[in-house]
């Protein structure tokens, strides 16, 4: 049975790396791995923005580039123009001895307020040099923010290689094959594996890839394994419901789109929704897997936790198949 | 007249299509989402740990001074557990913090350390002035710890004081903010309605070429352009109908439906365009998936910007969907910019009208790839 599943796995793997479709599976959430590692110290690096006079007091705005972004203006006007611009910038303009701050009026409140203290400091003459406060760092060089994009690749490399699953299969509905199988000595479950194997192997080796490229090299990688493979189960569950349920490419397409809905609505209540109204998304595996990975991602997972999740996943898909298995038997 | 009934055919088609209703049914979901489980607003909450090294009475008094800075401060006798060991603490809870004020140094260093969250000592030292300890993470930004290791070198009470008088002036003062389920909806019909009609045009365009219907149309009296131009009819009416689906119910009758329709039309008109050209360069979806994968990621990327209003570097506002979401904004904003969404919707017209002269050129030329 292993040597069949092998064969069918052998198979896809040829028969994709001839469409450049397992390459580009692979290859994209390797690009924007990349791209993370490009747009994340920027965004860490935002505090408050704030719009000066040029030449008005060269000094203050010294002082303020320590603590925050500053820009530039000939003139009144020109600070005006770009705190009215689509993004969060304040003006510190000068009135009578003074500066008063200038919004555009729509800004969250602890920007005005780091603004405000910014520069009663300033006027203050409280100087970097005085600090009195120590500060002791733990040394975690990776911000919160890169964590959860990394955690939502990791959730998108599984649904495109559940992707990739649907279309081996819907190559096999397309090419009148499916039905062939019946007839050779080939097992329905050794084939379910043997599609599922490319997308697995693809998730898993992609998985562990996009970790290290974002600098989680001291992450659990034992964890993460265990988690990558309990979202590649998921996976094969997906794409099997996308590529039986799929009469052409077309549909199949359409029903990404539905995956995106449970993909996206577990990461927005884990991250946005507090307290008792994540209730709502327990049904998700998604949502179990996100909170594993921001558990293994974040050191802080133990194992009988992990395990918890990962058993919360297995079950969900298990129950799911159970529920699917006369149509995927159909199907087939 | 061909062209309309090259429309009619294909809405006759796609009607009888798994995947118009997919679009209708994920539209419908996409709303009992956003009703029953997106709250009006999210509630996020800071976690601190503090340890105050004072005698008990003044603890009390810093204690009193935040509970009655505001209403709805609550206090509780609570237990942590980190690191295997467990903590007594008085939890602080205010509209959007969480303090826990412990018995020691070493508590506030290892809650900090386990739970991955700020942490501070504040003691008198030895000339009786206030001194700080912070416990940060060490992904704080420069800029971050440098406000921090000076931020309470005046006295707090003058400070606050100071901070208070601060004057504060407002370029438009009749702003009036929208909701976080609102806000939400702007980034949803970018990617739901806007620009999944790359993705579907392309394969719907694959698919006929599967089956021959492009070639098909060198011995009919109608022109490839006609054909071209009903699918997109197709896919930017599914999209309308998609978004109005989601933005009606939570909008109601307060945002101006001709500005969402015109957004809605052009940015479908443009992601289709651009679909078919891409569908112009290969044979198969499965050639085409990289690059429709990547751009589908691209466009992406503004969604940061727009959840990050203090992040919004230059080469962002070039991808499309910034545009995009920054219309919709507009539009649902109570007194939004009018011209904004008018600007963007003319652009993604006039962008879309290109790349479709392109795509006809190119079908034309090959009538199949």
């Known amino acids: ?332 | 007249m061909k062209l309309l009934s090259s429309f009619k055919k294909e809405l006759i088609l796609a009607s009888r299509s798994f995947y118009f209703y997919i679009e209708l049914g994920s539209a419908l979901v996409i709303l009992a989402v956003l009703l029953l489980a997106v709250p009006e607003n999210f509630s996020t909450t800071t976690t601190q740990y503090l340890y105050l090294g004072f005698p008990q009475a003044e603890k009390e008094m810093y204690v009193d001074t935040v509970l009655e800075s505001e209403s709805g401060v609550e206090s509780e006798m609570v237990e942590i557990e980190a690191g295997g060991k467990t903590y007594d603490a008085q939890l602080i809870t205010t509209d959007g913090e969480e303090i826990y004020i412990v018995d020691s140094e070493e508590a506030v260093e290892k809650l900090a350390y386990e739970k991955q969250a700020p942490g501070a000592v504040v003691k008198l030292d030895n000339s009786n002035q206030l001194s700080f300890k912070y416990y940060l993470q060490g992904y704080e930004s420069t800029r971050l710890k440098n406000l921090i290791s000076i931020m309470f070198n005046k006295d707090i009470g003058t400070l606050e004081e100071q901070i208070k008088n601060q004057e504060i002036r407002s370029l438009t003062a009749d702003y009036e903010p929208i909701n976080d389920r609102e806000n939400t909806i702007p980034p949803i019909i970018s990617f739901s309605s806007g620009l999944m009609g790359m993705f579907i045009l392309a394969s719907y365009i694959f698919l006929d070429k599967k089956e021959g219907v492009i070639k098909a149309y060198a011995v009919t009296a109608s022109s490839v352009w006609q054909y071209l131009m009903s699918k997109i009819f197709v896919v930017s009416l599914t999209s309308v109908i998609s978004g109005l689906i989601i933005t009606m119910p939570v909008m109601g009758f307060r945002i101006n439906y001709g500005l969402v329709l015109l957004l809605l039309l052009t940015t479908g008109f443009f992601s289709s365009s651009l679909g078919l050209l891409i569908s112009s360069f290969y044979n198969d979806l499965m050639k085409a998936f990289g690059v429709i994968y990547l751009l589908v990621i691209l466009f992406m990327v503004p969604a940061i910007a727009y959840f990050i209003p203090g992040w919004d570097p230059f080469w962002i506002k070039l991808i499309p969907t910034y545009p995009l979401m920054q219309g919709f904004k507009e539009i649902i904003l109570p007194k939004g910019d009018i011209i904004y969404p008018l600007i963007a919707s003319a652009g993604f017209l006039a962008a879309g009208v290109i790349l479709f002269a392109v795509t006809n050129i190119r079908f034309k030329k090959t009538l199949s790839v």
Request: aromatic letters at 10%; proline letters at 3%.
């Open chain 1, 1 to 332: 049975m292993l040597k069949r599943i092998l064969n069918i796995f052998a198979r896809d793997l040829k028969i994709n790396s001839r469409e450049f479709i397992t390459l580009y599976i692979m290859i994209i959430p390797l690009v924007m791995a990349v791209g993370i590692n490009f747009i994340s110290p920027s965004i860490n690096d935002t505090t408050v923005n704030l719009a000066l006079i040029k030449d008005e007091n060269l000094e203050q705005a010294g002082y303020f580039d320590d603590f925050a972004h500053v820009e530039l203006f000939d003139d009144r006007q020109g600070v005006e123009n770009r705190i009215m611009a689509r993004d969060d910038v304040l003006g510190v303009l000068p009135e009578g001895d003074g500066y008063y701050i200038l919004t555009q009026g729509n800004e969250p409140g602890f920007i005005k307020e780091y603004a405000k203290l910014l520069n009663v400091l300033y006027e203050s003459d409280v100087q970097l040099e005085d600090a009195r406060s120590e500060i002791v760092e733990f040394g975690r060089t990776v911000p919160p923010l890169k964590k959860r994009l990394v955690n939502m690749l990791l959730l998108l490399i599984s649904m495109l290689a559940g992707m990739l699953i649907a279309m081996n299969i819907l190559e096999e509905k397309m090419d009148k094959t499916v039905s062939a199988i019946n007839v050779t000595p080939t097992s329905r479950s050794a084939f379910i594996l043997g599609k599922g194997f490319t997308g697995m192997f693809v998730a898993v080796v992609s998985s562990i890839a996009c970790i290290l490229i974002t600098g989680f090299y001291d992450v659990n990688l034992g964890q993460a394994a265990l988690v990558i493979f309990s979202t590649t189960i998921l996976s094969l569950i997906i794409g099997f419901l996308q590529g039986l349920n799929s009469n052409d490419i077309m549909e199949a397409a359409g029903s990404v789109k539905l995956l995106f809905l449970p993909l996206g609505g577990s990461v927005a209540g884990y991250e946005f929704v507090t307290g008792n109204w994540q209730i709502f998304f327990w049904w998700s595996p998604f949502y179990w897997a996100y909170r594993a990975n921001d558990n293994i991602l974040s050191k802080s997972g133990t194992w009988p936790q992990l395990l918890l999740f990962v058993g919360i996943i297995l079950a969900i898909c298990g129950v799911v198949y159970a529920l699917l298995a006369p149509r995927i038997a159909r199907k087939l």
